[in-house]
């Protein structure tokens, strides 16, 4: 049996003063055992609330997709950037969390059972419940309302997932984590849908 290497992800806040003697925090990701930091400016203000976000690691830039490289998105940084003091965010893969390794075959929900099969012909379907379950508790840690999801993942797809058979074909429906935490009221978005999200935190909608 093959041996499943998981990732593990600390957090941890390191103080920076400004011209106006405040310290506000930013968050810093270290990965062991390289303990690469990748400085995302999600800073938490002394005694402000602020809206706690969960997101797709692998749109952060982090090595978690099947195929061992990762969706980095310009678009997503950008918009934590513009976030700063608003927000905290706190990123998560579904699929590792679950147990699998990266790299790994690819995966799709299959209809009409839902179950998750891989191009191996492995059924995958309890590890990504496992994984959903565990963003889900990430969720209630954190309090988190919201998530940004990695759009057509069987795990994070919120507007669409491909088919199962492999073709790159889309239907309707979301990853099983998507699913789960929309179930549990958390509004989610896809990477795509960050004006519209950007748009509702300005007018008030997600406080």
């Known amino acids: 049996m093959k041996k499943q290497w998981r990732r593990i992800l600390l957090f941890i806040i390191l103080p920076e003063k400004q011209e106006n003697g405040a310290e506000p925090c930013r968050l810093r990701w270290l990965e062991r055992p390289e303990q690469r930091s990748a400085a995302f400016p999600v800073c938490r203000e002394r005694g402000r609330n602020m809206l706690q976000i969960l997101i797709s690691a692998c749109l952060l ?3 978690c997709k099947w195929d061992g490289t990762n969706n980095r998105n310009q678009d997503v940084l950008e918009f934590m950037k513009r976030m700063e003091g608003k927000a905290e965010f706190h990123p998560i893969c579904p699929e590792q969390a679950g147990g ?9 929900i299959h209809m009409p059972d839902e179950a ?6 492995e059924d995958v379907t309890a590890e990504f419940l496992l994984g959903a379950d565990f963003a889900l508790r990430e969720a209630k840690k954190y309090d988190c309302t919201i998530a940004i999801l990695k ?12 088919d199962g058979t492999f073709s790159h074909k889309l239907r309707d429906g979301m990853g099983k984590t998507a699913a789960l935490l929309a179930g549990y009221g958390l509004k989610v978005y896809g990477e795509s849908q960050l004006k519209e999200l950007e748009a509702a935190v300005e007018n008030g909608e997600l406080n």
């Open 61 to 63: 830039g982090e090595n």
């Open 100 to 108: 699998l390794p990266t790299p790994r075959a690819a995966s799709e």
């Open 116 to 121: 998750v099969m891989n191009t191996e012909g």
């Open 151 to 162: 759009e057509r993942s069987p795990s994070c797809g919120t507007r669409g997932v491909y």
